[in-house]
RNA sequence: CGGGAUGUAGCGCAGUUUGGCUAGCGCGCUUGCCUUGGGAGCAAGAGGCCGGGGGUUCAAAUCCCUCCAUCCCGACCA
């Protein structure tokens, strides 16, 4: 390829609209065009890229035994009404009518279409396991669309979905699964982990999110800080140790302090002169059918999603101050368990408290010396709070590390959620009827390119791992009027891509500089410059664009030196 | 959906406060000259429904109303 027949429209300044690095250097670097919100081109250099991970994706899915298939994007309303998904999915479902005013849904996912599909092909035991995949463009009308390609309304994602027999035979599926993403993320070049994650709204068991470790993540994930122990999870799923030291104390006299204007934890905490770990901190939320109570210790935050998992509810929200009143007969700050009449959940921490300080639900006063059981039931003891950072690791009690991840993949187990909605059963060798064990494993393929952005640039540009880089080598000739330069180029060139080598001639009739920035930006690994310099030895200079090494070599090693070091990238 | 901001050439912006000449600048683009190891220089050009609609006015990019779009913060979210 030539540059001047390629389309990489690159810019030297950055578009107003973009604020992180992967979609400022996506669009400077001319690999896409915003089309609406939430919506891009993807031109030539980013379809060299996407094609490059989606050829790794269908290495290693076929390699777990998938197969590959191509599902409609269009998809009928009947069949998400089946599932009850066509109410439950809300406004993010793209919905549209054809000309007759039937409904239909523009595929945010496709378990309802896999699983129609299946269990009108699949009617025996001996035609399972099966895993079958796709990779397409996806739509989900996000509230809030941005950071590019990071998070899109429409993008390309890769959806497999595994039926087994049972549980034992979805947790082999899902060892696969989980085994294949390593390995497409390993391959494609990027620093990641597997976490343990919350099923959310798509329901399950088991799941675990791939979330390649950037600071621009919009996700937070906590892992040991010990080598050898692979705890990792989600702060929305990180399960708390229960550190029970220190409660050893006796329980004494309940009573009541004057603190006027004392709303928060702290203003609290240095009035009575006591930790905030002694505090308890009263939440009301609404859950929509009733208000609910939630003790966190004064030091503590609320995991929102633990809560929901308690209450075994789907939607939650802080109550406000007239609620907060009415329930309480006390303004915001003053909320404490002690005869307080709604249910009450307590995090494990404040189930083990003693003498504890907490809001006395009347106005600028607090209850010192607060016990539960003594002073107050607690309907629900669940692990209802956030882990941070420095606690101890659930497994092995080493401190656990915090830090910011892009979600590039995640894989469920499903069971039979949608198979017993869907009724996609099969007969197992006794002549009965069983519904199928289904699993769901995703991966945004045009969020994973941006990732590798995110994770591999500096202050120039991209700096492409070379597994999916556009191009891997780009031909600089200095000059383009030096006719020794050009011929030399168009053999160094045309040698590269005999050796099979996926090179870019920039032939344009630039200056040195602007050749050197655009390739830089591009970010392809390396670049042979064919210069005076090397010419003069008969060698060509190598430049590894990650390092700014510069290396000459022998024109006759040229293949062999251009292999090694792309084998290092 | 709540809050904030912005829409003027492909990109980045000025002009709007206080209405007034033919709507400007830089980059990019075209042509020529020149230059060729990190976004050179000179010259001549092309490119605008000033986001759309309505209004006020002798006169609107500028004032008013309204709609739309885009971005940021928040809430929400496979």
Not at 149 to 165: P, T, V
Not at 186 to 200: H, K, M, N, T
Request: hydrophobic share 40%.
């Amino acid at each position: 390829m030539r540059t001047t027949e390629l389309l990489a429209p690159t810019l030297r300044e950055v578009p107003a609209e973009a604020e992180v690095i992967s979609h400022k250097l996506l669009l400077r670097a001319g690999f896409i065009r915003r089309e609406t919100a939430g919506v891009y081109t993807y031109l030539p250099l980013a379809m060299r890229v996407l094609n490059k991970i989606n050829q790794i994706i269908r290495e290693e899915m076929d390699r777990q035994g998938g197969q590959e298939l191509l599902m409609p994007i269009i998809q009928p309303a009947e069949l998400w009404q089946e599932s009850g998904r066509w109410d439950v999915y809300g406004p993010e479902l793209f919905r549209l009518k054809d000309r007759h005013n039937r409904e239909f849904a523009l595929g945010p996912t496709h378990e309802e279409i896999i699983t129609a599909l299946v269990r009108s092909e699949v009617s025996s035991y001996k035609q399972l396991p099966l895993l079958l995949y796709q990779i397409q463009n996806k739509y989900r009308d996000e509230r809030r669309p941005r950071f590019g390609l990071l998070r899109s309304r429409e993008f390309i994602m890769k959806d497999l979905y595994s039926f087994d027999r049972d549980d034992e035979g979805l947790q082999i599926s899902y060892q696969k699964m989980h085994e294949a993403y390593t390995r497409i993320f390993q391959r494609c070049g990027l620093r990641f982990r597997p976490v343990e994650a919350d099923s959310g709204a798509i329901g399950g068991s088991d799941t675990h999110e791939f979330m390649v470790l950037a600071d621009s993540g919009e996700a937070a994930v906590l892992f040991c800080e010990k080598e050898e122990c692979d705890y990792a999870a989600n702060v929305e799923k990180a399960a708390q140790v229960i550190v029970t030291a220190g409660h050893d104390e006796e329980p004494e006299l309940l009573a009541e302090m004057s603190t006027p204007g004392a709303h928060t934890v702290e203003e609290v905490s240095s009035f009575l002169k006591v930790t905030p770990q002694k505090i308890i901190k009263t939440l009301l939320y609404e859950t929509g059918l009733e208000v609910v109570a939630v003790l966190v210790r004064g030091d503590r935050e609320v995991n929102e999603i633990k809560l929901a998992n308690a209450l075994g509810c789907l939607h939650l929200s802080l109550a406000g101050p007239d609620t907060v009143r009415s329930i309480t007969g006390a303004q915001v700050g003053f909320a404490g368990p002690v005869k307080l009449n709604v249910k009450i959940v307590a995090d494990l921490e404040v189930a083990a408290i003693v003498n504890a300080v907490a809001g006395a639900n009347k106005d600028d006063t607090h209850l010192i010396n607060v016990n539960p059981a003594r002073d107050f039931n607690i309907d629900v003891v669940a692990d209802v709070r956030m882990v941070r950072a420095g606690e101890p690791c659930p497994r092995c009690g080493e401190a656990l590390i915090e830090a910011k991840g892009i979600e590039v993949g995640q894989i469920f187990k499903l069971g039979d959620k949608y198979s017993k909605a869907l009724r996609a059963v099969y007969l197992d060798e006794s002549g009965r009827s069983r519904s199928l064990i289904m699993g769901c494993y995703g991966i945004g393929v045009t969020r994973t390119m941006a990732a590798a952005i995110e994770q591999n640039n500096d202050r120039d540009g991209i700096i492409w791992p070379a597994a999916i880089a556009p191009f891997q080598v780009v031909v600089v000739p200095v000059s383009n009027k030096d006719e020794t330069q050009v011929s030399t180029a168009e053999v160094v060139y045309n040698r590269l891509v005999a050796a099979g080598f996926e090179a870019l001639l920039d032939d344009r009739s630039e200056r040195a500089g602007v050749k050197f920035k655009d390739a830089d930006l591009i970010g392809y690994p390396l670049r042979v410059t064919i210069g005076a310099k090397a010419l003069a030895n008969k060698q060509v200079e190598v430049r590894v664009r990650r390092t700014g090494e510069v290396l000459m070599i022998d024109q006759d090693e040229l293949e062999n030196r251009i292999g090694e070091l792309l084998g290092g990238l």
